[in-house]
């Protein structure tokens, strides 16, 4: 049995251009992209923080150190400069594989500065 986990996640990260005219994906500082483990080309979920939108799509490399976060295409409907998203990564394993996986968690401020890596999420308590 294979399980879907979560591989990768930029938490927090603002939209800095929304581009319809570009060809399709997002393009992520690369900086980030090599923090997170996010490969280009490679399937990215973005939650957008700010309308509840969730889509897919593709990364794509920006300038490293740019901060830019530039959702293209179709997708540019869904996110606006300025709007905070989460953008995540997932990995098939194996079951015996899960027991040793660790997530890279990067977080970020408002600039698109890691502020904070982590490979586990706190316990959310009531």
Known sequence: MNLTLLKAKLHKAHVTHSELEYEGSCAID???LDAAGIHEYEQIHIYNLNNGERFTTYAIR???NSGTISVNGAAAH???PGDRVIICAYVELAQHEVANFKPRLVYLD???R????????PV???
């Open 30 to 32: 690369s900086a980030l």
């Open 62 to 64: 920006a300038e490293a």
């Open 78 to 80: 869904k996110a606006n």
């Open 110 to 112: 408002e600039k698109n």
């Open 114 to 121: 890691i502020t904070e890596t982590s490979d586990q999420i």
């Open 124 to 126: 959310q308590v009531a």
